[in-house]
């Protein structure tokens, strides 16, 4: 099994909503991704897991809580967004931080703040 | 009111051609370098990689080549064809893997 899974797809939320986006892996990688991509624009990166601690948190706000249960299971916690919040959030998984060359992405959650 | 957005270099090549997609790093101490290949509705697939110690490497079809001098990579896809289009990505990072960061992507139409 070589896929990083996502859910949900899509998802539409308003600004004092509270919900989830879940990413798995099942091929035993210890570094896992978020990441959040705006309309034709780069993915920029989020948040990394290495061995299930938080590694890097680029100055993210804190309405994106990132947590990882378990070395399959990333979630990202979203909590009071905003509309320029709207974007693809991307999950990705590499054997070690530095693995880079190495790293699956999934397909994204499209996300909507009304 | 005006709108403002980012502009996506494009790219239209006719199927068969040679394919020639550049990139600007910004961080001079960058000495690991992936492109990445983005289909519509998908997240990014790594294509090819290189180390700042080589200027050149190829993979199938493809070829990556590295000017540290002026910061400069470019990704070359022989007789291109229309699965490659697509939007493609460089990333630059430290080889410890802390930093990384994606380049401003090309939009590649390959024309039947």
């Known amino acids: 099994d070589t896929e990083v899974t996502q859910t949900p797809k899509h998802l539409v939320m308003g600004m004092t909503n509270k919900k989830s986006l879940k990413c798995e892996q099942h091929?035993?990688?210890?570094?896992m991704y978020w990441y959040k991509q705006k309309a034709k624009k780069p993915p920029e990166l989020m948040f990394v897991?290495?061995?299930?601690?938080?590694?890097i948190n680029e100055s993210v706000p804190s309405r994106f809580s990132p947590e990882c249960p378990n070395s399959s299971l990333l979630n990202l916690h979203l909590h009071a967004l905003q509309p320029e919040d709207s974007a693809l959030y991307l999950c990705?998984?590499?054997?070690?931080?530095?693995?880079?060359?190495?790293?699956?992405f999934g397909p994204g959650t499209r996300l909507t703040v009304l | 009111g005006e709108s403002v957005g980012l502009h996506l270099p494009t790219l239209s090549v006719q199927e068969g051609d040679n394919s020639i997609i550049n990139c600007a790093y910004s961080n001079s101490a960058s000495d690991y370098f992936i492109w990445y290949k983005q289909e519509s509705g998908k997240g990014p697939q790594f294509i090819i990689d290189?180390?700042?110690?080589?200027d050149k490497r190829q993979g199938q079809r493809v070829t990556v080549l590295l000017n540290k001098t002026v910061k400069h990579l470019s990704l070359q896809i022989a007789a291109t064809q229309p699965g490659d289009s697509a939007v493609y990505f460089c990333?630059?990072?430290?080889?410890?893997?802390?930093?990384?960061?994606f380049g401003t992507g090309t939009s590649l139409t390959v024309i039947p």
């Open positions: 990705a998984s590499s054997q070690e931080l530095a693995r880079l060359n190495e790293q699956f």
């Open positions: 290189i180390r700042s110690n080589m």
């Open positions: 897991y290495s061995y299930e601690k938080l590694s």
């Open positions: 091929m035993g990688h210890r570094a």
């Open positions: 990333a630059e990072t430290l080889n410890t893997g802390n930093q990384f960061y």
